[in-house]
């Protein structure tokens, strides 16, 4: 039982650094995606001509959540990465369309809250010494 815990943990570790850091440092070279195209109405009123620097501190935000994930903090980085990630549908949803990337996030959002759960039900200590 212990080697699937740890294959699971390990797996959604490396899954929340890659997704968060690697969306994160998208949002400087728009690669992926025009990512300001994403941010609801009302939050674009809202910041008027800082909408893209916004979406560039939300960036460093999402890479910092992904480095606290795959180093000393996966806990805390899977409980922050959960939350943003409701946020991130709930700002989806405000913008009238996006619904299946809302949805996506949700269940990234549950994925997230299963590490941090999974995080606390397993000794990191016994699952570190186990992977080396």
Same mark, same amino acid.
């Given at each position: 039982?212990?080697?699937?815990?740890?294959?699971?943990? /390990?797996?959604?570790? *490396?899954?929340?650094?890659?997704?968060?850091? =690697?969306? $994160? #440092?998208?949002?400087? %070279?728009?690669? !992926? @995606?025009? /990512?300001?195209?994403? *941010?609801?109405?009302?939050?674009?009123?809202? =910041?008027? $001509? #800082?909408?893209?620097? %916004?979406?560039? !501190? @939300?960036?460093?935000?999402?890479?910092?959540?992904?480095?606290?994930?795959?180093?000393?903090?996966?806990?805390?980085?899977?409980?922050?990465?959960?939350?943003?990630?409701?946020?991130?549908?709930?700002?989806?949803?405000?913008?009238?369309?996006?619904?299946?990337?809302?949805?996506?996030?949700?269940?990234?959002?549950?994925?997230?809250?299963?590490?941090?759960?999974?995080?606390?039900?397993?000794?990191?200590?016994?699952?570190?010494?186990?992977?080396?």
């Amino acid at each position: 039982m212990q080697e699937q815990l740890t294959s699971a943990w /390990w797996a959604l570790r *490396l899954a929340f650094f890659l997704g968060p850091f =690697l969306a $994160g #440092l998208d949002k400087f %070279f728009h690669v !992926l @995606v025009d /990512w300001d195209k994403y *941010l609801n109405p009302v939050s674009q009123r809202i =910041l008027g $001509g #800082l909408s893209h620097p %916004f979406m560039l !501190l @939300v960036g460093i935000i999402e890479m910092i959540v992904g480095l606290m994930v795959i180093t000393k903090w996966p806990r805390l980085g899977a409980y922050i990465a959960s939350l943003w990630l409701l946020l991130i549908a709930i700002n989806l949803v405000m913008t009238g369309q996006y619904f299946d990337i809302a949805l996506r996030d949700v269940g990234l959002c549950l994925c997230a809250f299963g590490l941090a759960k999974l995080t606390e039900a397993v000794s990191a200590k016994g699952v570190q010494r186990m992977a080396v």
